[in-house]
């Protein structure tokens, strides 16, 4: 049987085809037990439900607590270097474990300052010695998180690594070292996303204790990518405890809570489905059928997620203990109490393409054709808060990362309803402005950012270089303060990366301008993570080659 990709990631292997044989065979078995209309939903393309063979057993992704999961903990070294080792060495177990657990990513909402506090308490001692053992052992976490493709059998973690707040020693050695130690490892290491936190109070300011560490975030981005910027002081989020707030997987957010305290620490998305909005579109002689149609999938998606919860109850706690024992959710005794304390989330794709073939013209060109835009996404979040509020469920709204689905729907959508928005092969990635629109970086941000607003359950807004910024690394931080100041949640840079395989130059080319090879890696962000570009999936092959620079 041949392999099937539902990711990026996916890599070719003995292993993996057999793991990728059980997977169908549970997506085979669970549609015969989820309720059949939803199915149907699902494999005509209108919705697609993520890692249907997890239906009713794990949740999706996870923020574990990092210090409640040392509390229990007797650390076995006796020397501070010993101590620092085996911390790092728990870390990493605790990463294998949780994805034994789940579907999804994994998030640490505060890296550094968590390590701050389990040294302190543990009393490693800052001092030379250990903060050049330290970074060795930060080296060798990141070499493992690359080289690592045990998840699955396939693929490396999908890692996210918050930091930038910590104000203390070890707090601030640990992001330093962070940010130097993956700036200066292989170009092809593009493991963890690291999210630095941008707080004008903390480290965004040129008067702030963290400033320094701030520019050696912007520094490592202009040259790797990496990291991405949660934008703590945009309206969406200076209401939150900066450091209670944190992203998971590549743009996941869980704060609000309607059950309990209100934080991303300790707790998860338990299960999200997309709705493919061009396929309503087309499907509507005009708009109000449009949003007729909508409402009756977004009820479909709400009961689906509801039904997936149900299941869950009743079967899954076998499969979560690992998370229920250790607390990794936060006073999470029982999978009732995780769902009461996780996200159900409804994402979306294709918002450009929708308003294209409802109004004939695509969202950021005309002011009517972007009011239905926001329309649109408004409707959508309404119906989640007027869910969320009936049945007491943290129902979000998601801006679904559509590795995948950018493909499978425009594939799927051609066989039951074409349309020439379909010619390019894929739909354009969540609320995003179309990858070709060559508008400039303000532009970009000031016609995305509303929508950040809308999707509380996690949104990003990128912008496109032509090449690697390293010299104007201005740039980068103009475009943060901006993004701030109009309401971006999350905000990301992109540039092609080539590698050399032949003598590892890197840049952005063709041919190797020292060695004159094509055989040439070409790293690019696929949703919220960096992949080769051989492994992304067919639909994001096609919006790859469409990607145009936005201009300075």
């Known amino acids: 049987m041949k392999n099937k990709s539902d990711n990026a990631a996916f890599r070719n292997n003995y292993a993996s085809e057999i793991y990728q044989l059980g997977a169908d065979k549970a997506k085979f078995d669970l549609f015969n037990i989820i309720p059949k209309k939803y199915v149907q939903l699902h494999n005509e393309g209108y919705i697609h439900i993520h890692d249907a063979e997890a239906y009713g057993k794990v949740n999706n992704c996870s923020t574990p607590d990092l210090i409640a999961f040392f509390e229990t903990i007797v650390l076995d070294s006796k020397t501070e270097q010993g101590k620092i080792q085996e911390i790092i060495n728990k870390i990493k177990q605790l990463i ?17 300052s968590d390590i701050d506090v389990l040294f302190q308490k543990h009393d490693i001692l800052l001092i030379p010695d250990n903060i050049n053992f330290f970074h060795d052992c930060i080296c060798e976490f990141l ?15 999908y890692l996210s690594l918050n930091i930038g707040l910590s104000c203390s020693g070890w707090g601030k050695i640990t992001a330093q070292t962070l940010l130097n130690t993956f700036m200066n490892m292989p170009s092809d290491y593009t493991r963890p996303n690291i999210i630095f936190k941008v707080n004008r109070n903390i480290n965004s300011s040129q008067n702030s204790p963290n400033y320094d560490i701030f520019q050696l975030a912007l520094s490592c981005t202009a040259k790797r990518m990496i990291p991405t910027y949660l934008l703590t002081d945009s309206n969406i989020n200076n209401t939150c405890i900066p450091q209670k707030l944190g992203i998971m997987g590549c743009r996941t957010r869980v704060y609000n809570n309607i059950n309990g305290s209100e934080t991303t620490i300790g707790r998860g998305n338990v299960a999200n489905v997309s709705i493919n909005l061009p396929r309503l579109a087309i499907e509507s002689k005009c708009i109000d059928e449009f949003f007729s149609l909508l409402d009756s999938m977004m009820d479909n998606a709400s009961r689906l997620l509801i039904d997936r919860a149900n299941q869950m109850k009743l079967n899954g706690e076998q499969y979560v203990k690992y998370i229920l024992q250790n607390k990794i959710w936060t006073s999470v005794n029982s999978i009732d109490d995780m769902l009461k304390q996780g996200t159900l989330s409804i994402g979306f794709i294709g918002l450009s393409e929708t308003v294209e073939v409802l109004t004939g013209t695509q969202y950021h060109m005309n002011s009517e054709s972007y009011q239905i835009a926001l329309d649109i996404i408004k409707h959508m979040r309404n119906f989640t808060d007027n869910f969320r509020d009936k049945y007491f469920i943290n129902f979000s709204l998601l801006a679904t990362p559509g590795e995948m689905i950018s493909g499978r729907f425009c594939k799927i959508d051609k066989k039951y309803a074409k349309n020439p928005i379909q010619d390019k092969g894929f739909y354009t990635n969540s609320f995003h402005v179309p990858v070709d629109s060559q508008i400039s970086i303000f532009e970009k941000i000031n016609y995305e950012a509303p929508f950040h607003s809308l999707c509380n359950g996690g949104c990003i807004t990128y912008v496109e270089f032509k090449s690697a910024p390293l010299t104007n690394v201005l740039a980068l931080e103009d475009a943060i303060n901006y993004a701030t100041l109009k309401g971006i949640s999350y905000l990301g840079f992109n540039y092609p990366l080539d590698i050399c395989n032949s003598c590892k130059t890197n840049g952005t080319f063709d041919n190797c301008p020292q060695c004159n090879s094509n055989n040439v890696k070409r790293i690019r962000r696929v949703s919220g993570y960096l992949e080769d570009l051989n492994y992304f999936t067919e639909g994001k092959k096609a919006e790859e080659s469409f990607r145009k620079p936005n201009v300075i």
């Open 96 to 112: 294998t474990d949780i994805a034994l657990s789940q579907s999804g990513g994994i998030g640490f909402a505060n890296f550094d």
């Open 143 to 157: 070499t493992w998180i690359n080289t690592t493709r045990t998840r699955f059998c396939r693929e490396p973690y």
